[in-house]
């Protein structure tokens, strides 16, 4: 899956992507800029496009195996798909550290004991067998105008 990691502005996430057991790369693009809504997604990525077409009104037949963060406007969300109800979104707290994907434990663990957003996600790599690659930050509060149309503004 991935690790994809939150504290005090900023989105880290690595770069892996894993297909039955195996590392497909360690050099995928996790961030997904559609309409100037940035996607950060894990789960199934067969089911990324459906998400995202349900986030802006086209529902799905079928079940949506993801979930992940989305920033809209520069607001925080969850987001994930509910085969009953459709598309769910829950605003975060900006100010309370969360992750989510497979290696989400050891980020949330190493974001308990003071570690910054982008270190949790190294924290992961070095336990989560489907957390690996490259590291990429992007700064909500500051950078998130810059981010929807520059990609050189996204760190790696």
């Given amino acids: ?25 360690d050099d995928v693009p996790k961030c997904q800029v559609v309409d100037g809504v940035s996607f950060f997604l894990s789960g199934a990525v067969c089911d990324e496009k459906a998400l995202i077409a349900a ?15 989305v920033v809209d406007g520069g607001k925080l969300m969850m987001v994930g798909h509910d085969d009953k109800t459709g598309i769910w979104r829950q605003d975060l707290d900006p ?8 290696g989400a434990p050891y ?4 974001m308990d004991m003071g570690a910054s957003a982008e270190d949790a ?3 992961a790599m070095k336990r989560d067998i489907y ?26």
């Fill in 131 to 156: 957390t690996g690659g490259k590291v990429r930050t992007l700064i909500i509060d500051e950078g998130m105008a810059d981010a929807k149309t520059n990609p050189a503004a996204i760190t790696a």
């Fill in 1 to 25: 899956m991935t690790t994809i990691a939150y504290k005090g502005g900023v989105i880290a996430y690595d770069s892996r992507q894993t297909r039955s057991g195996a590392i497909v790369s």
């Fill in 95 to 102: 100010s309370n550290p969360d992750a989510i994907g497979s």
């Fill in 107 to 110: 980020a949330l663990a190493a």
């Fill in 55 to 69: 986030y802006f009104g086209t529902p799905s037949p079928v079940a949506v195996e993801c979930s992940g963060y």
């Fill in 121 to 123: 996600v190294r924290a």
